[in-house]
Nanobody, 124 residues
Framework: QVQLVESGGGLVQPGGSLRLSCEVS???????LGWFRQAPGKEREAVAC????????YYRDYVKGRFTISRDKAKNIMYLQMNSLKPEDTAVYYC??????????????????WGQGTQVTVSS
């Protein structure tokens, strides 16, 4: 059974930091892992992704320089270090695994497995 479980969300003040974790189990032959987020009333959007084969990483412009995606291969865990958080970063954050495409993508529909999400709230 494939499971992706996010953790690490919470309430943080603007300018603060959080580290999200995504534990992946039941699947190891994925090509890409991604972080996404969805704010109330908005569509789910990509944040960053990592291609497993070569470790290449892609960030959306709105998090570039503030967020860092990484992966512990041995533990099968992906992380998202979020620094300099802004109120507009408030959303439910999801991790996802892609088992079909050989490079990571920001296309929501290309991902096959999803976690349940973790809430991140940036507010003073």
């Amino acid at each position: 059974q494939v499971q992706l479980v996010e953790s690490g969300g919470g309430l943080v003040q603007p300018g603060g930091s959080l580290r999200l974790s995504c534990e992946v189990s039941g699947v190891t032959d994925y090509y890409g892992l991604g972080w996404f987020r969805q704010a109330p009333g908005k569509e789910r959007e990509a944040v960053a992704c990592i291609t497993i084969s070569d470790g290449s990483i892609y960030y959306r412009d709105y998090v570039k320089g503030r967020f860092t995606i990484s992966r512990d291969k041995a533990k099968n865990i992906m992380y998202l270090q979020m620094n300099s958080l802004k109120p507009e970063d408030t959303a439910v954050y999801y991790c996802a695994a892609d088992v079909r495409h050989r490079i990571c993508t920001v296309v929501v529909g290309w991902y096959d497995y999803w976690g349940q999400g973790t809430q991140v709230t940036v507010s003073s």
